[in-house]
């Protein structure tokens, strides 16, 4: 009696089975790869929106900072202000206009400077004005500071209301001792030098203040007394 044998049944079954175990491996394998993949593409989305919220944070905080800085410097400006309109100056002249031929003067207007020192050893001016008139086109009222030496100084223009009347401040002026006249005069707007005085004050002399000193040196201050040695 004949036996037939399939001789490759062995084998297939085997191949078979390595077919279903790469299956069944591979299968989880891939999962966790695409998991991993999306959490890098997560975690990687939020690392880029993080560090742009701290970019922005950042520039917030550097504009704050930097509000924060102009509103100081501002309220150092404001105290300074504050302080030199409270201060009643060294002294205060009044401003006149230069008399006729009849003894009358030229003009009406006139004006009181109060005259003071600044904290770096120069000085400011602060005119009221009266009896102002409209300045003409292309004319404007000035106020001139002139030193003893040297060119006059522009301390300001002025802008008279509808009754004639004006205030204006002048800052960083020459110091105190270097004063000689201040005066009001009509002039074009884009002048280098006064014109006619309308009217004007001779500046005493007066000596600078102690606590004045050139800007960016402190005052000296005076060394106390070294005692004798005994005997």
């Known amino acids: 009696m004949a036996t037939t044998t399939v001789g490759n049944q062995p084998f297939s079954r085997i191949v078979e089975s390595r077919k279903t175990s790469s299956w069944s491996i591979g299968i989880p394998i891939a999962i966790l790869i695409v998991i991993a993949v999306g959490l890098l593409a997560y975690f990687a989305a939020k690392a880029s929106q993080a560090r742009d919220q701290l970019a922005m944070a950042q520039q917030a905080a550097q504009q704050q900072q930097q509000q924060?800085?102009?509103?100081?410097?501002?309220?150092?400006?404001?105290?300074?202000?504050?302080?030199?309109?409270?201060d009643p100056g060294r002294t205060t002249v009044i401003l006149q206009s230069a008399a006729t031929g009849?003894?009358?003067?030229?003009?009406?207007?006139?004006?009181?400077?109060?005259?003071g020192e600044q904290t770096d050893a120069k000085s400011w001016m602060r005119l009221n004005a009266y009896g102002?008139?409209?300045?003409?086109?292309?004319?404007?009222?000035?106020?001139?500071?002139?030193?003893?030496?040297?060119?006059?100084?522009?301390a300001g223009k002025l802008e008279p209301n509808t009754e004639g009347s004006a205030l204006i401040e002048g800052k960083d002026l020459p110091s105190v001792d270097q004063g000689k006249m201040a005066l009001v005069s009509l002039d074009d707007e884009n002048a280098?030098?006064?014109g006619q005085p309308l009217f004007q004050a001779q500046l005493p002399k007066l000596a600078p203040s102690q606590h004045a000193a050139p800007q960016g040196q402190a005052p000296s201050k005076q060394e106390p007394a070294q005692p004798s040695p005994q005997k």
């Open 132 to 154: 102002l008139g409209q300045a003409p086109a292309g004319k404007v009222y000035q106020f001139w500071f002139v030193p003893a030496s040297g060119n006059p100084v522009l």
């Open 192 to 194: 280098k030098t006064h």
């Open 102 to 115: 009849r003894g009358k003067p030229a003009s009406a207007a006139w004006g009181a400077a109060t005259w």
């Open 68 to 86: 924060v800085t102009q509103i100081q410097q501002r309220l150092g400006t404001l105290d300074a202000e504050l302080n030199r309109v409270r």
